[in-house]
């Protein structure tokens, strides 16, 4: 079975500072893209960053300059520094994985169950 877990999530004021982790488990081919998308309500899930096995990364404009994705795609874990955190950063982080299984499968995305982050005075 595959599960991502996530930790880290929680309450802090505009400005402050959290770090969220997510580790993977399951027996995978290959990972090719491991990161994090949010879900505010009312919203569309949307991208957060994302780190790929070539070492690239990609993040939302919304959140470049304040977020800072790293990981170990081997060790199938991946962090997400949040910094200067403002209200509209307030969401459901979900970790994901895009991988495959086995060898002769398509990649597939796999998802983590969410960790909360609410960021308020």
């Known amino acids: 079975q595959v599960r991502l877990v996530e930790s880290g999530g929680g309450l802090v004021q505009p400005g402050g500072s959290l770090r969220l982790s997510c580790a993977a488990t399951?027996?995978?081919?290959?990972?090719?893209?491991m990161g994090w998308y949010r879900q505010a309500p009312g919203n569309q899930r949307e991208l957060v960053a994302t780190?790929?096995?070539?070492?690239?990364?990609n993040y939302a404009d919304s959140v470049k300059g304040r977020f800072t994705i790293s990981g170990d795609i081997a060790k199938n874990t991946v962090f997400l520094q949040m910094n200067s955190l403002k209200a509209e950063d307030t969401a459901v982080y979900y970790c994901?994985?895009?991988?495959?299984?086995?060898?002769?499968?398509?990649?597939?995305?796999?998802w983590g169950q969410g960790t909360q982050v609410t960021v308020s005075s």
């Open positions: 994901t994985v895009n991988a495959k299984r086995s060898p002769w499968l398509l990649a597939d995305n796999y």
């Open positions: 399951g027996s995978f081919s290959i990972i090719y893209v």
């Open positions: 780190v790929s096995t070539g070492a690239n990364t």
